[in-house]
């Protein structure tokens, strides 16, 4: 499991590295490219307890996995999505397709 607030950061922000230490790319590289990786199992993502998300940051993080190789049907069979807003990851799931 990852806890994106407890994690990685409660204020997950921007793009690119470049934008800050928080950057999608900075949590796509760190977590879930290695977490993907390490075999084929379900990995559930928490995204309570952040103040907010911004799309850049979600596009990077989620979309981008599919921009640097990964198969959306693999991502989406395996990515669990823990949230008390339907709307993030219907978001996030957009970004994947």
Sequence with gaps: MINIAKDFSRAPAGRFISDGPNSG???RD???VPALRSGDGSITIELDGVRAYGSSFLDEAF?????????TTDVMRR???RSSD???VAEIKGYLR
Aim: without cysteine; positive net charge.
């Design 63 to 71: 979309g981008g996995l599919i921009r640097i190789g990964f198969a």
């Design 86 to 88: 339907p709307s993030l």
């Design 79 to 81: 990515l669990i999505f």
């Design 25 to 27: 790319t900075r949590f």
């Design 30 to 32: 760190q977590f879930l």
